[in-house]
């Protein structure tokens, strides 16, 4: 356990004052629900001998924040006067695209919030299966008995839904800047320039970004019109072609490329979402088209799947650790009936894998 530092001028507290004010602030910041772990537990976790636990809890008693309930029980918790106990709560998450379900960070976020007393369950259609439709976003939330909602990449349309009937939500990337809702995500803005600059730098000219229909309409978002803009100030006119429109679908898939590259073909292409980036790889592959020798490719989302490719995959990655905290500590909040807004980015930067390289000339 942590020991106080020794101060001159101060008195020293002993192991087992230590103790009381340990267990008396996690009993205040509602680490524990109803009882408080046993007496073996305790002690282990100190790495106090269980004699000192006992006393210190026996001081908890008197303070009024533990009730015994005699000999072997768990010792019930009591909720300091004026304050007011968490709750558990019953989070939903709407993914983007079902097949996320098993992301790693996913699987950390379901973890860490089931740890924290919470219970989660995932919705078994994704936003891009229900259209980003309100309506029927808005009818599955209604049946649903969620307290809370985590919602990946939303429209903004979608989570200003969320927000006018006030219900509790965290929006996980997707359109939330400047609205007064919980979120998290990474920075992708400044990477966006880096890589256009990194491309030209390897004599590309013809840059297209393939953005999901959330990213483009009904304006392209702050990354998109990052891209655009950087294109602009490496002397590169920027038009639809840079940014194509095209139905999130896997039947259009084969479709845009084919278009893209029947007449001026791409030599560089920066691709959102990992699951598209492996759609359009392979259909490039089946037309003869590789990377790097043909067209230089750049996911804009990081993949554990990456790692087992070869060529490794270019890509851009950030601290999937850092929003996973962000959502826990709002669901904290939330359990504690504070109201939480904030929104925070996280730094990303580009990985350069062997799908990047020099223009075909």
Known sequence: MVRFREMSGIRFLSITEQVTEYLRGELLRGRWRDVLPGLPQLSKELDVDPKTVTIALRQLETQGLLIPQGAGKRRKIVAPKGTRPPHKLRIGILLHWKLEMTDGYLVELQ??????????????????????????????????????????????????????????????????????????????????????????????????????????????????????????????????????????????????????????????????????????????????????????????DPDRTFAWCRPTIAHITWDHLHVVRRVVRWAKHLSHGKTDIRQSLTSAHLVEGGTIGPAKR
């Open 111 to 300: 973890h860490q919030l089931l740890m924290a007393g919470h219970e989660v369950f995932f919705y078994g259609k994704g936003l891009t299966e229900l259209k980003m439709d309100v309506n029927r976003v808005a009818n599955l939330v209604r049946q649903s008995n969620a307290d809370a909602w985590v919602v990946l990449a939303a429209s903004r349309e979608l989570l200003e839904w969320f927000i006018s009937e006030k219900i509790p939500a965290f929006a996980l990337f997707g359109r939330r800047r400047e609205l007064l809702i919980a979120g998290a995500g990474p920075n992708k803005e400044q990477t966006y320039r880096d890589v256009v600059r990194r491309l030209t730098e390897l004599g590309h000219r013809r840059i297209v970004l393939l953005a999901m229909k959330v990213r483009r309409l009904p304006q392209p978002g702050a990354t998109e019109r990052a891209f655009l803009e950087e294109l602009e100030a490496q002397g590169i006119p920027s038009s639809s072609y840079n940014l194509p429109d095209w139905e999130d679908s896997p039947e259009e898939v084969p479709q845009l490329l084919d278009s893209l590259f029947r007449l001026t073909p791409p030599t560089a292409l920066l691709i959102d979402e990992a699951y598209l980036f492996h759609a359009v790889k392979y259909h490039l592959s089946r037309r003869g088209i590789e990377a790097p020798e043909d067209v230089s490719l750049i996911c804009t």
